[in-house]
């Protein structure tokens, strides 16, 4: 940490700011410069909140020099986490791993051809909302319960795994019994009491980045979960706020190589709400895998213009298949390869 | 609403959009252009969700007319919204009601330090977090119900009415017996579990806007609390996530008049959240006031050098009183009056 | 400037940090840390660009802690610039200066009638497009130098001082024979070649902020003209990009305290081009006075509704009067007055 | 164009507004609905500034269903613009191309190392910037026309083209002599004398994205160019301004299949700028040819850590090479190619 002091600070300003952190039990070294000094804190460990030294006379501001996180940073781990799964499937290592499913769980009929459709085509895992997060109360908010046995018995059928979004914590008691990975949405991800819950929990966990949340706040809620002893965390990229209605979220690809430097959590996009309509969710999909990401989440629907919810971003079953050969090449140019269905026993 | 047609749509795709309006039970209305087509919907009540068509072929673009919320909306209620507290105290009227008190409740000692220097100078809720949400795990997180009660203890003794965050619906449970305001904070807005208890509390609700919320979506959160029978929603402005790290949050003031324009709900600002820093909140509490801000939420801590959270964004207690004698005289300005401590019996 | 070395940097790549900085003429100090090291540098006089050091091997990021300008900033002129005009009128002092009238000149009927109005109600400074920078080419463009000349009529019949926009260096030189204030527009902000034209006239310069340029660009911005002469700047915050299209631009009242903290120089504020909607031009024109605006340029049409451009944001005089009665009172609420017209001679 | 009514407007203000819009010689057409009326425009060519209906008494909201730009949009031209060069180069077509090159020319031994280095890797264009744009005016601004010299005689060693900024009208005189495409970087995005003057020029123009545009105010900027009578636009995305600090610009590749949606003009990325570290150059390039642009634009320098601008986002020549075989691989992916260079005669 470096605490900056304004150019015309005095000496005592400089003396009470070395005292203050001192007070605190840390090692404070003094850096005089021409225009200004500095005071450098020697010692702080990251777990010392030293925000009160801005506020004392003299500062100009006070500069985090070491990341707010830990657990979660390559440097504390400097190898890649890979998250194992039954029938060998792994996510975080050189395979690209595609989870695939409509929004929303409407019926057993709908998600079974959803299913079966994007396993032909090459997804490993089926998704699919049993509980929906609805900016309107008046919107569809999923089947609950009804929609996690559909997921299910989908699963049963198809060999897929399956991921699913909890809301909050009794969700999780839920799902935990239902779903391979337990999803947080992007309007949960500073829900600590969720993330308690899903840091006791033994299934892995998709984290998807808030709209407006910045890949520090981001790797700092799953920490969160790290902290309550869950390893298995999958990032995920979704979108975020931008200016220009006309590209809807804006998908931030950039963060991926960013996580991949500072974290050594695997981390996925989401091409199909980060781009708001099937045109581009395509494009950008490929574009997901080009830039390393260790997976991609895409909306597919059987019937796309039936859809309840989301439909305007959902491939149809050939929009899907002719994605993953794409993808497939891609990978492959950057020494990667996009992981195949199991066997169904 | 209203389907707009691609330049070179065919008259079968017009006929298939206005085929699937006739489908949902509403009527379709031909505007025929010189450069387009588009379809116009009649009848809509505005719970339909008509966002299907936009996948049809032919279709460029789907325009909602009607706004996504109901209740909320001063078309469905032109009056202001007036909530009375005991003793005469109103949000939503005429006065200007000002909000106080530290970040955090640290100590009993600090709490009622607090609440007696912003009684002093005029204000008429105590503020205090017992339940801190926090970006990282290893912050200070709160007292939890100590700070409860200690809270209690200060509305004793100084009369000050108490508002304090609800993280999650077991906090609600406990919250509403000891608050006169449940606040929703930033990061919960669109925590859909936390709206729905909270929209079952007889207690007045205080909803902040979430860092990327529009206003629309601020309303449609408090859509949420309407139908579920609350109809007593403060709304907060607390700045919103901008690209210019030198002003931290944006603190959002416009949108208190375009929430006065579109809804009957009161509307308050809080300048300390939305600046962070000491200096800007003194001139951005006036602006909020002589922008037709309903009340302010300021923090204050009695020596915020010592704080153990936002320490430099919390006034002294003689900055507080200042602040309160400006924004005495811009109320005036404009035709209100900042509400006034009742007597302590 | 501080250089954050990785966790796990070797000695040999910090050495080679300390190389670089020295062969730069700089002295570098040593800081090392429990979790990583990092080396400051000492006597940066702030014109020294020291990027490379970032793409040396070990370096984590680094920070610069010295501002990039120089001229503009407070600490290097600690008292406020008043730029002073015949008649008395002076901007950056105690005084609120009023700049009021049409988007555009269209007709002499309607900037006399503009003038004669926003005069009637207080305002000193008339301002009117003669150049128009339009985002379409085929939207109304001005009058061009036939709008100069009516601009000086009006000056001549009221008394009023004149600011109006130049879009290129030889606007200059047609616009500093015909106005009292040569205004850059926010799209002009780093448009470098005006800039140092503007910067070598002897009249003063009202800067825009740019729709998404940062506080310190706007100042770097500022720093141009100051470095070619030109120390009469006033600057001016009119709203940036944002996410919600509900409040187009978003009014960043809290630039008006940071700058006024960062830089000798005036700002005012531009409620109509911020918030876009006259419902919205009245409650912020407000609050930038209680933010402590040394001015306000307001958009004022004699007949709104028929305005060739940005008719929906401009007040009919009436509000204007209104206006500028609640301004004087908030202006007095914060201890300053808005300046008077001048006697006409 | 759709003029919506507010839910309690009266007949005589929808009368109002059906008037107002016969006086515009345009013809309206009711659409009453259950919560409110609106009032549809027929036969608006899009030429028409219709805002001023948005002031009328009882009006909600204007909405434009007519895009405002007209030449550029591919519903005005469906086949996509080819852009050919001499030696059979084409931008726009099956081609991928991809211009590399140093952000300034610093030197002639620096500007043909680079040129040789890029021309061996594949690339097809040199990029350098000979008068650079540069936020502090304390920052090195380039060698100007010697400059231009230097790279002219790059061209003449290795058959590359040449593509470099100009920042003024001025600047355009003096580039079209030397350059292949003159360069409109994204601070001129709308510099409107600036692309005017670019407009009459006979050489194709590359127009990179302001950091705070729209797609749709990109391409009015490409209609300032097309209306002046130059067809051979190339469009270029170049990074916007986001939140996070930590991805710097915010590359926004959703751009590229909206703009080919939306338009019939080539578009290219730039992942330097756009992302600001070579850690992400690489994974960003291969991101923006996999979501389909029309090529790159990349920096590259044959000593990076001793670049006097933008080191630290320069690759390094082999890291460059090993990108274009990436690439290659990549076009392949999705039914392209990668342009190769032509025999130096």
Redesign the interface.
């Given at each position: 940490m470096?605490v900056?002091m304004?150019?015309?600070a005095t000496a005592s300003e400089i003396r009470r700011v070395v005292a203050a952190i001192e007070e605190m039990g840390l090692e404070a070294?003094l850096?005089?410069?021409?225009?200004?000094s500095?005071v450098?804190i020697?010692?702080?460990?990251?777990?010392v909140?030293a925000?009160?030294l801005?506020?004392?006379p003299g500062v100009l501001e006070v500069?985090h020099?070491?990341q707010?996180?830990?657990q979660v940073s390559r440097?504390w781990k400097?190898d890649g986490t890979v998250i194992r799964f039954p029938g060998g499937l792994a996510i975080g290592g050189d395979d690209v791993v595609v989870m695939a499913g409509p929004c929303a769980v409407e019926s057993e009929a709908q998600i079974l051809a959803a299913a079966r459709a994007v396993r032909d085509a090459g997804a490993v895992f089926l998704r699919g909302g049993a509980f929906k997060?609805?900016?309107?109360?008046?919107?569809?908010q999923g089947l609950g319960k009804k929609g996690l046995e559909l997921l299910a018995k989908a699963r049963e059928e198809t060999g897929l795994l399956v991921v699913t979004e909890a809301?909050?914590?009794?969700g999780v008691d839920l799902i935990e019994r239902y779903a391979d990975v337990i999803q947080i949405g992007a309007?949960?991800m500073?829900?600590?009491?969720l993330l308690k819950r899903a840091g006791q929990t033994r299934k892995p966990v998709l984290l998807k980045r808030?709209?407006?949340a910045?890949?520090?706040?981001l790797l700092?809620s799953a920490?969160?979960l790290l902290?309550e002893g869950n390893p298995d965390i999958i990032l995920c990229e979704r979108g975020?706020?931008?200016?220009?209605?006309?590209?809807r979220y804006?998908?931030?690809?950039?963060?991926?190589?960013?996580v991949h430097?500072l974290s050594h959590l695997p981390i996925i996009a989401d091409p199909s709400h980060?781009?708001g309509h099937?045109?581009?969710v395509t494009?950008?999909a490929?574009?997901?895998?080009?830039?390393?990401a260790d997976g991609l989440m895409v909306e597919v629907h059987p019937t796309?213009?039936?859809?309840?919810?989301?439909?305007?971003q959902s491939l149809a079953p050939e929009q899907f298949a002719a994605l993953m050969k794409?993808c497939r090449?891609?990978a492959?140019?950057?020494g990667r390869r996009v992981a195949e269905p199991a066997e169904v026993p």
């Open positions: 470096l900056v304004e150019r015309n070294r850096l005089p410069g021409k225009q200004r500095a450098g020697v010692g702080n460990d990251g777990s909140d925000s009160p801005s506020g004392l500069i020099v070491t707010p996180y830990k440097e400097p997060p609805r900016t309107s109360p008046y919107s569809f809301l909050d914590p009794a309007r949960s500073q829900n600590y009491s808030g709209m407006a910045t890949v520090t706040e700092l920490e969160y902290a975020v706020r931008g200016f220009d209605a006309g590209t804006l998908l931030d690809l950039t963060a991926i190589p960013l430097r980060g781009t099937r045109d581009r494009p950008m490929r574009a997901a895998v080009a830039a390393g796309p213009e039936r859809a309840l919810s989301d439909g305007v794409e090449m891609i492959e140019a950057i």
